[in-house]
């Protein structure tokens, strides 16, 4: 029933820029946060960034000041506007519901979506 969807992927030559959105079907909105998770080929699963019910952020390191989250309703409609890429940003990026950050631990707890492929070249 719920049913999360990534969109915006694409291809771009470094320092290009990419919106990456999230639509969460079926959805019901909770204290926990929405965000954005990335994998990269023989790489592990890291947080990208989250906002929670009251619209506070978190980022990971390595995307602090260039990427930026948003969302309606700050829960079931989600956005990740990416500039000044790098190629180390090149990862599938997922979308998922109840989120938790705690220090550099990020977990997902709840639905997520089949990702949306981002590759940045040289």
């Known amino acids: 029933q719920v049913q999360l969807v990534e969109s915006g992927g694409g291809s771009v030559q470094a320092g290009g820029s990419l919106r990456l959105s999230c639509a969460a079907s079926?959805?019901?909105?909770?204290?926990?946060?929405m965000g954005w998770f990335r994998q990269a080929p023989g790489k592990e699963r890291e947080g990208v960034a989250a906002i929670d019910s009251d619209g506070s952020t978190s980022y990971a390191d390595s995307v602090k000041g260039r990427f930026t989250i948003s969302g309606d309703n700050a829960k079931n409609s989600l956005h990740l506007q990416m500039n000044s890429l790098k190629p180390e940003d090149t990862a599938m990026y997922y979308c998922?519901?109840?989120?938790?950050?705690?220090?550099?631990?990020?977990?997902?707890?709840?639905?997520w979506g089949q990702g949306t492929q981002v590759t940045v070249s040289s």
């Open positions: 079926g959805y019901t909105s909770s204290s926990y946060s």
């Open positions: 998922a519901t109840d989120c938790v950050v705690l220090g550099h631990s990020w977990y997902g707890f709840g639905y």
